[in-house]
């Protein structure tokens, strides 16, 4: 089993930053994709961002231009810098951890571990 610590949420201005952190444990996979999503109370869960064991990145348009997730596969570690954020992104972030599929990155139901999730919240 893999075990997900997500970190680096909080409560930020409108316009900032936050840069989350997922760290992956256990009986981890050695070509991982990892992803980012995303859940606003009364809404459904989102894709933000993913990436490939090989980087290849894939965004949501909404975050597009303006977060970035990149990895660190010595340290089993996933990060989703976080830059010019707004309200509407307040929501509860969880990581994602998959062995490599290269396919649907974007769909939920095809990662196998998650995080428990890191709170973001973004004041106007």
């Known amino acids: 089993q893999v075990q997900l610590v997500e970190s680096g949420g909080g409560l930020v201005q409108a316009g900032g930053s936050l840069r989350l952190s997922c760290a992956a444990s256990?009986?981890?996979?050695?070509?991982?994709?990892m992803g980012w999503f995303r859940q606003a109370p009364g809404k459904e869960r989102e894709f933000v961002a993913a990436?490939?064991?090989?980087?290849?990145?894939y965004y949501a348009a909404s975050v597009e231009g303006r977060f970035i997730i990149s990895r660190d596969n010595a340290k089993n570690t996933v990060y989703l810098q976080m830059n010019s954020l707004k309200p509407e992104d307040t929501a509860l972030y969880y990581c994602?951890?998959?062995?490599?599929?290269?396919?649907?990155?974007?769909?939920?139901?095809?990662?196998?571990?998650w995080g428990q999730g890191t709170q973001v919240t973004v004041s106007s």
């Open positions: 990436i490939r064991s090989g980087g290849s990145r």
């Open positions: 994602a951890y998959r062995r490599d599929i290269g396919l649907a990155l974007r769909e939920s139901g095809r990662y196998e571990y």
């Open positions: 256990g009986r981890t996979f050695s070509s991982p994709e």
